[in-house]
């Protein structure tokens, strides 16, 4: 019985190794090497992922994001990589990690994108990793610690195959991507500089799967806040809409912002007031997210306030947004006023380019090699904002190389641990040619 149970294995051990090598009969001897050692390591990198996620790291907790960035720090010297920390006092953030490898002069240049940070602070009750058979639940798991333990596992993939000696490499994994600091300018002034050093971009945030289909994320759109305030002449409610005083301040922001609903929308634009309010003597707090506000039901209202986003897919459309916007504010009614202003430090727009396109193709060509079904590209609109934007203009990049999730960024976030698989090797696979064509 027991010799007879060894030949079954051994058979099953053998099929399962024919049908590895006959869909990955397209790679190449190092490829293939790269395949069998992500599947090799996925417990190690299962293990990794749920180190991490243990320990908190929402923005506004310092010494969890610099934890974290110890651990990927202990991941990537061993590598061949150059790491540093980057404190970001000067924008009341923790830092970023930034991690260099050289390789060979005149190959690509690549650039590595992910972030150390959650939306989960510390006193999130949200904070364990828990394994669920084939996925896994926890704060981050998808967003963006599945995305390092991605880039962990494709980089180990590579060093055990010889490919990753000859790539040139930097990593920026940023302390602030779920709450940048500010200014943004300051945030975002050592990612902005490898995205000019760099020939690709790589974004590891997650995978989205639409339909059943794992999506390729050649664009992404931008983030905007905007704040309204209209005024009006106050005095007793039996006197409003005459020539003397008018419409009132809540008339008057009602009127904008509808006509923002109607006159506004066009393709890829997405635009919504978050918060409002509107009386005598309206106050909002410091951050912009809480607002007071008193009057009564005979007067007539001081003032309004109101405070949302838009989102654009190009820098072009963002423009022209914000001058239809200032058009319909400025059209104010009788015995009001009006002003809108925009929040510095919004996120651009990556807008869908020939490159990006064409660095799908080749990604593409590497899922027929895997045996995977080609990725069509993602609508963008299915696609938030991110900080590969801040080098969109520069180099061409892809996103979405990160592990692929559901829930992100609410208690419950669940991962699927299968896609450290199949996402590791697509990376690893995909680096290495990239990196000497």
């Known amino acids: 019985m027991l010799r007879a149970t060894k030949s079954f294995l051994t058979v099953v051990a053998l099929a399962t190794s024919l049908v590895a090598s006959s869909a990955y009969a397209q790679l190449s ?32 907790n310092f010494a969890g994001v610099k934890a974290i960035g110890i651990m990927m720090r202990a991941e990537l010297e061993p590598l061949g990589f150059t790491v540093m920390w980057k404190p970001m006092t000067a924008t009341n953030r923790a830092g970023h990690l930034i991690a260099t490898h050289k390789g060979k002069a005149g190959n690509k240049r690549l650039l590595l994108i992910g972030h150390l940070d959650t939306v989960f602070e510390k006193d999130s009750p949200f904070q364990k990793f828990i394994r669920k058979g084939e996925e896994a639940e926890g704060p981050g798991a ?23 000696k000859t790539a040139n ?40 799967i639409d339909a059943g289909r794992d999506m390729g994320s050649i664009a992404r759109r931008s983030s905007n806040s905007w704040t309204l305030t209209a005024t009006g002449k106050t005095g007793h409610s039996s006197l409003i809409f005459g020539s003397e005083y008018g419409d009132g301040a809540i008339n008057e922001i009602v009127r904008i912002l509808a006509r923002f609903r109607y006159e506004l929308p066009e393709t890829n634009l997405t635009f919504n007031t978050g918060l409002i309010a509107g009386g005598t003597i309206v106050t909002l707090d410091p951050q912009s997210i809480r607002a007071s506000a008193s009057g009564k039901s005979n007067i007539i209202p001081a003032t309004a306030t109101a405070r949302g986003d838009f989102r654009t897919l190009s820098d072009e459309q963002t423009k022209r947004v914000r001058a239809k916007m200032e058009t319909i504010v400025a059209a104010h009614a009788p015995v009001t006023s009006a002003t809108i202003s925009f929040d ?15 660095l799908l193709t080749k990604l593409n060509r590497i899922n027929i090699d895997l045996g995977l079904p080609e990725m069509a590209p993602l609508d963008p609109l299915k696609r938030g904002a991110g900080d590969i934007s801040f080098v969109a203009d ?29 996402q590791a090797k ?12």
């Open 394 to 422: 520069d180099v061409d990049g892809l996103v979405g190389l990160g592990t692929a999730s559901r829930g992100d960024h609410a208690p419950g976030e669940t991962v699927s641990l299968t896609s450290i698989r199949r």
């Open 142 to 164: 998808g967003d963006d610690k599945g995305g390092m333990v991605v880039m962990i596992a494709a980089l180990r993939a590579m060093k055990a195959a010889d490919t990753l």
């Open 344 to 358: 510095p430090g919004g996120y651009p727009a990556m807008a869908p380019t020939d490159g990006n396109r064409a």
């Open 426 to 437: 697509r990376a690893a696979i995909l680096m290495s040619r990239l990196s000497t064509k």
């Open 169 to 208: 490499i930097e990593i920026i994994l940023t302390g602030d991507e779920e709450d940048a600091g500010d200014p943004i300018e300051t945030a975002r002034e050592d990612l902005i500089a490898a995205g000019k050093r760099a020939d690709v971009a790589l974004d590891f945030e997650g995978l989205v």
């Open 29 to 60: 001897t190092p490829e293939k090497r790269m395949a069998n050692v992500v599947d090799s390591e996925f417990e190690r990198s299962v293990s990794l992922l749920a180190k991490m996620v243990d320990q908190n790291s929402g923005t506004m």
